[in-house]
């Protein structure tokens, strides 16, 4: 069975869209990309329709589909992440130029697509079996924009 693949429907930004998740992200690379032949209906001779990319192994497929549907947060891809360095890398580099920060790590892109960026210490901790250390994670998380690992170390530490 061949795996599946995520299809992101776009308003002209496919390919602006999969060159800055490629540039982020590690393991990733540009698949192809399909351009309108002379003749497609609606569409200029050159733009792109389809653009395939891989990120951090995963492969996606970005259409421009124009502008009937968008994004909403029903569908969201986690970036797991081992460090503050790793948290703070992403979230910037997805909320800069239009991006939009939402709570507890959640944000959306310049494009409108949802991203959760979730450190690998919050999902630890908020499994621990102290019902207190866990309950004092997500207190702090819950005040959060972006996810702060010291600030959840300290909850935890001091619960």
């Known amino acids: ?7 992101l429907w776009f308003d002209g930004q ?5 060159n800055l998740y490629v540039s982020l992200f590690p393991d ?11 003749g497609t209906p609606g569409t200029p001779e050159g733009q ?7 990120i951090n192994g995963q492969e996606f497929t970005a259409l421009n589909g ?5 994004f909403n947060e029903a569908v969201s891809f986690v970036v797991h992440c081992d460090t503050q360095e790793e948290v703070d890398k992403y979230w910037n580099a997805l909320t800069k130029d239009g991006g939009e920060e939402s709570m507890c790590g959640w944000l ?21 079996q102290d019902p207190k250390k866990s309950q004092a994670v997500m207190q702090a998380m819950l005040q959060m924009r972006k996810i702060d690992i010291p600030t959840l170390k300290r909850a935890y530490e001091s619960a």
Do not use: C, H
């Open 48 to 54: 792109v329709l389809t653009a395939s990319f891989r």
């Open 14 to 18: 496919a390919e602006q869209a999969m």
């Open 108 to 128: 959306k892109d310049k494009f409108g697509l949802s991203w959760q960026i979730t450190p690998n210490y919050l999902i630890e901790k908020m499994q621990d």
């Open 66 to 70: 124009g502008p009937q549907f968008k």
């Open 1 to 7: 069975m061949k795996p599946i693949t995520p299809m």
């Open 28 to 38: 990733s690379k540009v698949l192809g990309v399909m351009r309108a032949p002379k």
